[in-house]
């Protein structure tokens, strides 16, 4: 089992896929190693690939306002994406690129050991909760598998591109504070 430290070293310096080309860095998971919710959203925008940290930019405000809503701040959490490099365009991540980091997310997950994972939007659903996952209708329902539950919430630049969805995923926050209340 490797170490946070050198699966950062392996991230930083990954040529698995395309977008090692284009990127200016890799962006790593970080928060809280000893939490039990983990955050995953599906890659790092343009403000992440500048500073290396996950959710930086209009994107990060609006998670962190989210969390606060629910009294938590990144230090009681840990937030990674699926793709640790940008996507050009901010274009969703593809499926090879995905399958190309999906290791480096399941090695985050076993460090961790979360008791919940939140899917931060749909891309992120589809990948780990099922392919089909609709985050229009399934937003905010949990699913128990393999001693963990799992739940998917709108991403934060959905809400800032759509300000209606805000009051429905502050609703989902408290539902995943509810659910980690009673582990």
């Not at 284009?22 to 790593?28: F, I, L, P, Q």
């Not at 983990?38 to 609006?62: H, M, Q, W, Y």
């Not at 901010?90 to 008791?115: F, G, M, S, V, W």
């Amino acid at each position: 089992m490797y170490t946070y430290e050198e699966l950062k070293n392996f991230v930083d310096h990954c040529p698995r896929c395309q977008l090692a080309r284009t990127r200016n860095r890799a962006v790593m998971g970080k928060g809280n190693l000893n939490s039990p919710i983990l955050f995953i959203a599906e890659a790092p925008g343009n403000s992440e690939d500048r500073d290396g940290i996950p959710f930086t930019g209009p994107s990060g405000t609006v998670f962190d306002d989210l969390l606060g809503s629910i009294g938590l701040n990144r230090q009681d959490i840990y937030l990674t994406n699926i793709v640790k490099c940008h996507p050009p365009n901010n274009r969703d991540p593809l499926p090879q690129e995905q399958e190309a980091c999906i290791a480096y997310l399941k090695y985050e997950t076993l460090l961790i050991r979360p008791k919940i994972i939140v899917c931060l939007g749909r891309i992120a659903a589809q990948r780990i909760i099922r392919p089909d996952y609709r985050i229009t209708r399934e937003h905010g329902t949990f699913l128990y598998r393999k001693n963990t539950w799992l739940t998917a919430v709108y991403h934060p630049s959905a809400i800032l591109r759509d300000p209606a969805k805000l009051e429905e995923t502050k609703a989902d926050f408290r539902k995943i504070r509810e659910k980690w209340e009673t582990l």
